[in-house]
């Protein structure tokens, strides 16, 4: 596992490094200390040149601390994609830097306090957004910024080298669609080769679009049978496991198939909480923590995925209504929220707990008071009503800001873009990309992300969105591109999700072990929930409510989670 831990003494400016891994890239001199995860090697040559500014330069996935001991600065710094952990806190006499969360309580000031409020925005989207973290006075580096710390004041700057926004703010390339295709699969193919010259590889392949076309294209460039590997399930409304293995069969490849069992679950779910730094209720881990065990026994060191793919070549959902949304007056869309506000379903016994209808109105009702498409996207991802995160954490306050408030497009940038730029800063780099990074950084897998290639994602920013998305085709010109490789007939499918049956497991295998997490002793005991509200999900979904499936599983999850953290804490 790739990791280091770092202090620096307050009082006495003492830095100390408290442990790191391996394959942590050290560098120390006269002049600088440098803790490297990444490939790149020059860079303390290109920082004497050009300063901070290197970061511009560096490619590819990393986390960075550099300590300049002429200048008395240190600075710590994430990829601009973000798809590397990166931690800091701040206490009354230490700063604390890491790439795990968890590894923060081997150090004694610090206070591993849970922070309701973070705990709120956990419950609302199953993983916790950037800057935040589960603990108060820990956050996250963002992706594409560097903090820069004056180890004489003990005072930082939080800076930004690279920011997505960015990309879509230029005026688009107007090419021809033909073009435009021969360009893209170029790049993916140059992109695709460089990630498959070194290590011993495997593709994850689910046959859909993303992974399908990653693989295609590796197949063609090489001599040798690619090794590809799918998780099924034995429920068919979600198994895309025989279409991945009729893809697999017509390029080639040595595909390898798990079927996904009830008593994978029982082994599997508690590993998240092992796995994840942070509570983590995306309940596709648990398959790709089953894909990373099957690579690793395979002797597999490496896994290229298509991660991005939705984000880079745009599935947009809700693009016309958002901009019919944007148009609409003001004044009107105020009055319509204020009408839907006035009526308070979950104060009748019956609606309540119908179908998630305060919620869906809930959503609604924001929607209309969304003052940008960030906020819509915002709007339409959030599970629990605001007063029910009240009634459900104790000390809950809802945060001042997230990170949906941090994204502003401006300048040439369409609506397709700002919905796919809002999924990429959130829902993708806090929870896509977590997933498939911890699960591989555990089994000391590196992960390959070449729809995260950053040349690539500048690319795809200057395509109009007449292109991206055509005739209400989503993910217009990766699918042309795909159809070039594979045939139509072969892809053109209604897609499953990536997903497990979690609320018939939950009925059934895994029942005692949320029983022996969901229960008043162990409730009562943390001092976190309100015991009442708690237990009244769980006892709803028992009852045979549907509509509390989602967030009974967070608070499983969640108390997994903690129950782990406690055991392990020092």
């Known amino acids: 596992m790739k990791h280091f831990l770092i202090s620096i003494d307050k009082r006495d400016k003492y830095l100390t490094i408290i442990e790191h891994s391996k394959t942590i890239k050290i560098i120390d001199n006269e002049k600088f200390l440098m803790l490297f995860d990444g ?26 601390f550099l300590y300049d001991k002429i200048e008395q600065k240190l600075f710590i710094a994430k990829d601009k994609v973000g798809i590397k952990p990166l931690y800091y806190a701040q206490t009354e006499r230490e700063l604390i830097v890491g790439t795990h969360l968890k590894r923060f309580s081997k150090i004694k000031s610090f206070q591993s306090t849970i922070n309701p409020s973070t705990l709120g925005e956990y419950l609302q989207f199953g993983f916790i957004l950037q800057p935040n973290t589960i603990f108060k006075d820990a956050y996250k580096v963002l992706a594409g910024e560097y903090l820069s710390f004056d180890t004489d004041t003990f ?49 994850s392949l689910s046959g859909g679009y993303d992974s399908s076309t990653l693989v295609a294209i590796a197949q063609k460039q090489l001599d040798k049978k690619l090794n590809t590997f799918t998780i099924g399930f034995h429920e068919e409304q979600i198994n895309e496991a025989p279409y991945a293995k009729k893809i697999a069969n017509f390029l080639g490849t040595n595909h390898h198939e798990h079927y996904f069992t009830e008593s994978d679950a029982i082994e599997v779910i508690p590993k998240i909480a092992e796995i994840f730094d942070e509570p983590f209720a995306d309940y ?12 690793k026994k395979d002797g597999i060191t490496k896994l290229i995925a298509g991660d991005g793919g939705d984000e880079v070549f745009a599935t947009a959902e809700n693009v016309q209504s958002f901009e ?44 209309l008071m969304a003052k940008n498409i960030p906020q819509m996207v915002y709007s339409r991802n959030t599970l629990f009503l605001e007063e029910e995160l009240s009634l459900n954490i104790k000390g809950y306050q ?24 809002s999924y990429f800063k959130t829902t993708m780099v806090d929870g896509e990309l977590v997933k498939s ?51 139509k007939e072969l892809m ?35 001092n976190l929930f309100y015991t009442s509200s708690i237990l009244k999900i769980r006892d709803q979904f028992y009852a045979g409510n549907e509509a509390y499936k989602y967030k009974l599983w967070r608070v499983f999850i969640f108390q997994l989670w903690h129950e782990n953290f406690i055991r392990n804490k020092g």
């Open 39 to 64: 490939t790149q090697q020059n860079i303390l040559q290109e920082y004497e040149a050009r300063g901070i500014d290197v970061l511009k330069t560096i490619e590819g996935a990393f986390s960075l």
């Open 155 to 203: 005072t930082s700057i939080l800076e930004k080298y690279w920011k997505l926004e960015g990309c879509y703010q230029q005026e688009k390339k107007l090419y021809s669609e033909a073009e435009t295709v021969q360009k893209i699969d170029k790049k993916l193919n140059n992109i695709i080769k460089e990630e498959t010259q070194s290590a011993n590889f495997g593709l």
């Open 284 to 295: 596709a881990a648990a398959p790709t923590i089953i894909t990373t065990e099957l690579l």
């Open 324 to 367: 019919y949304l944007q148009k609409t007056p003001k004044l009107l869309k105020q009055t319509m929220a204020k009408t839907l506000n006035s009526v308070k379903l979950q104060h009748f016994p019956y609606l309540k707990n119908y179908n998630n209808l305060p919620i869906k109105q809930h959503k609604l009702y924001q929607l």
């Open 398 to 421: 809802p945060l001042p800001y997230n990170s949906f408030d941090n994204i502003e497009f401006t300048n040439y940038a369409q609506t397709v873009d700002e919905v796919i730029g």
């Open 437 to 487: 990074y911890s699960t591989t950084n555990h089994l000391d897998i590196s992960l390959a992300t070449p729809f995260l290639n950053v040349e690539l994602i500048e690319q795809m920013a200057l395509v109009p969105s007449s292109l991206k998305i055509k005739n209400d085709i989503k993910k217009y010109l990766l699918k042309e591109i795909a159809h070039s490789y594979i045939p």
């Open 492 to 526: 053109e499918r209604p897609k499953a999700g990536f997903a497990i049956p979690f609320s018939s497991w939950m009925r059934g295998s895994l029942k005692e072990l949320l029983y022996e997490q969901i229960n008043q002793q162990r409730l009562d005991k943390d």
